[in-house]
């Protein structure tokens, strides 16, 4: 029992007006929680697996070499005068991250519906958290950037990988990534938890997402007056920039950098916002 | 010192209609075409520092809605409220257990639930697992734990985690009578020393013997508030039907007389509530009066449940009487049949005496509440799996190729 003078005074009110910043000191404050969920996700991820952490290797690797052997050795599809299967590996690991989150994140709230509606705790930390096993798979595939590119070295004795200054910018690009991800998952997820649509849409809605985000080909094979149609999609400038950074070859460009920092922070924002107005009513909803 | 202060707290649900975008409208004021259900209306009362309140009402009165919104599972649509301390709910116990880990891990997580610092827990950690009584069982994974040790472990770790106030909903129906026991007391110790406890419970004794006051909620509303025995005895004078006297000649006659019912666990323990995944006896106990001639019984059973009959169950044969006495007949009613539900069962036993049929009959002879097995509790429950109506029978599926 706490004694009379340290005593939290705690007051009840209707939903108060959206504060954005409540958010990240609720999750400041309850980073016990958001370890614990996200120590949670990653156990229920793999349990009950035969291959478990064996996964973690066998799913990236498998599109990158069907991909090198379609979209490289076939179609001829140029790729930055890097090895075709080192150039996708690289951009489809974010691109990977960004998609299987956010199929994560949209599920969170209604897999976990038992805890919304029995238990009281700053509830944004649920989907934030969701995400947790997805960033151990990307640090999985870091690491094997690092062995893709070995066996090239081995092979044709140089090695791809871009060992200057810019190299640190991948923590950035992979920063905007997850702030991406965040800021419309949390939107997937409240609208999934009102109504199923979300979940059946999004996969469809993705897999046309792929198209418009350099992942099979370099931003240089997009003739130039379409180019600021593919710019305006976020996901572009991450994708590219973190190739950038990792292989140094690319185009970045400060102008679109900058506008990709404005859409990113605005979604983050907005994804933030909407959860918070929509809390009390989708909770009491479930 | 107020430890609760609620003023005009209000509630409002929005049902029916497709929720789509409810979650933009809810914060914009805008008027949808949903039906508008006020499930607490103009509720205030306070609570002293230490007190004990009792919760009582009609299922749907709004009991648990206002649980939720003090412990901030749900916001309330207009008032406020004040809560000095520490809040621990026992909405539901075991909640957040991971039946993988063993009680030890869990101990630990539940504190992180409740957002106490692990620190304060290993202080407490003893306490914990010798009111549960599982001191061989601390490094045993809960999956191996029986259904009562589990609720054991779940309700030491809320109650022994120092809060400053306790709010319990119907959480002590569950478990033997013997458990149920150990629990009043400890709530009662918790009350005398300083701990301010809000308690929702259909069990009016158990409501008397804790709370000093009491309120009553019907349809969102506070109706009576005050000393326990006077609020309940009002309840209670409220719930009954207004004809003791035919109940009691259906109860007797000149052959016998019907004279409890009672809910037993598989173990022959009186019971209170049971859990969806074990089995449950019925025992009826009556006396013979007299035997003038060949007589043979037959039982009948009906529950109830949500207003409705939930199933009525009648003996597959007649049973011989020779002499007076008095006996017991028991009817075992399987595991996955009952659902979550609240049920009350009326009973009813016919003598036959020389082909005359007598006919005693207990209306309202029992009510029981079903709970959740831990399986259940512990399964993602989509919404296309939803229960609803008044039996959950568990079917035999075969799947094959055609």
């Known amino acids: 029992m706490s004694t009379d003078n340290d005593i939290k005074e705690v007051i009840i009110k209707p939903a108060a007006k959206t504060n954005i910043f409540h958010t990240f000191t609720d999750l400041w404050r309850s980073r016990h929680l958001v370890s614990y969920f996200s120590v949670r996700f990653i156990q229920q991820r793999y349990k009950g697996t035969f291959l478990g952490w064996g996964w973690l290797i066998i799913r990236p690797l498998l599109p990158a070499f069907l991909s090198t052997l379609i979209f490289g050795k076939m179609a001829k599809i140029p790729s930055d005068d890097v090895p075709y299967m080192l150039f996708f590996f690289t951009g489809f690991a974010i691109w990977n991250m960004f998609t299987t989150a956010l199929v994560f994140m949209t599920r969170s709230i209604r897999n976990n519906r038992r805890l919304f509606t029995k238990l009281y705790f700053p509830r944004v930390i649920v989907p934030i958290t969701s995400i947790a096993p997805v960033l151990i798979e990307f640090l999985v595939t870091f690491v094997m950037l690092f062995i893709i590119a070995a066996f090239y070295f081995i092979k044709e004795g140089r090695f791809y990988l871009n060992f200057s200054p810019g190299f640190f910018m991948a923590g950035y690009f992979v920063l905007m990534a997850i702030l991406l991800i965040i800021g419309v998952g949390l939107w997937t997820a409240v609208l999934n938890a009102q109504n199923r649509d979300v979940r059946f849409g999004l996969p469809y809605f993705l897999q046309g997402w792929v198209f418009v985000t350099p992942v099979i080909y370099p931003i240089s094979f997009v003739p130039q007056q379409w180019k600021w149609l593919v710019y305006l999609n976020p996901m572009t400038v991450i994708v590219e920039g973190y190739k950038w950074s990792i292989l140094g070859k690319g185009e970045v460009n400060l102008a679109y950098g900058l506008l990709n920092v404005l859409i990113v922070i605005l979604v983050f924002m907005s994804g933030i916002w909407f959860f918070q107005k929509a809390e009390t009513a989708f909770v009491d909803s479930l | ?402």
């Open chain 2, 1 to 402: 010192m107020d430890s609760i202060i609620v003023n005009g707290i209000g509630k409002r649900y929005q049902i029916g209609g497709r929720m789509s975008f409810g979650a933009f409208n809810a914060g914009s004021g805008k008027k949808r075409a949903t039906r508008e259900l006020w499930a607490l209306k103009n509720v205030s009362f306070s609570l002293r520092k230490g007190n004990v309140l009792g919760i009582i009402g009609r299922n749907g009165a709004g009991k648990t809605t206002l649980l939720k919104i003090l412990a901030r599972i749900t916001a309330p649509t207009e008032g406020s409220a004040v809560i000095r301390g520490r809040v621990v709910s026992l909405l539901e116990l075991g909640l957040g257990f991971q039946p993988e880990l063993t009680a030890r891990e869990n101990i630990f997580l539940n504190a992180v639930i409740y957002d106490i610092d692990r620190n304060e827990v290993e202080r407490y950690f003893d306490e914990i697992i010798s009111f549960a009584g599982i001191e061989k069982f601390v490094d045993t994974p809960l999956k191996h734990f029986s259904s009562g040790m589990y609720l054991r472990l779940a309700f030491s770790a809320a109650v022994n985690m120092r809060p400053d106030i306790l709010l319990a909903d119907e959480i002590l129906a569950v478990g033997d009578i013997g458990f149920q026991e150990e629990c009043l007391n400890r709530l009662a110790q918790a009350g005398k020393s300083g701990v301010t406890i809000l308690f929702v419970s259909h069990d009016m004794a158990t409501v008397q013997r804790l709370c000093g006051q009491s309120i009553h909620i019907e349809e969102g509303t506070i109706v009576n508030s005050g000393d326990s025995a006077s609020v309940i005895a009002n309840y209670q004078n409220a719930l009954l039907s207004p004809v003791p006297s035919r109940k009691a000649e259906a109860q007797r006659n000149k052959y016998g007389e019907l004279i409890s019912v009672q809910l037993l666990s598989k173990d022959l323990q009186i019971i209170g509530a049971v859990r969806t995944d074990e089995s449950c006896l019925l025992e009826i106990i009556f006396e013979i009066l007299s035997v003038p001639a060949q007589m043979s019984l037959e039982f009948v059973v009906t529950f109830y449940a949500k207003d409705t009959v939930a199933f009525k169950s009648v003996t597959d044969k007649w049973f011989k009487i020779e002499a007076p006495g008095k006996y017991a007949a028991r009817v075992e009613v399987p595991k996955h049949l009952l659902a979550e539900l609240e049920y009350s069962v009326k009973v009813g036993v016919v003598l036959r005496v020389n082909k005359e049929e007598h006919i005693l009959v207990m209306d309202n002879a029992l009510r029981f509440r079903v709970y959740s097995g831990i399986e259940e509790l512990n399964r993602n429950i989509s919404e296309l799996y939803r229960f609803a109506g008044v039996v959950k029978p568990l079917l035999k599926w075969d799947f094959l190729k055609k």
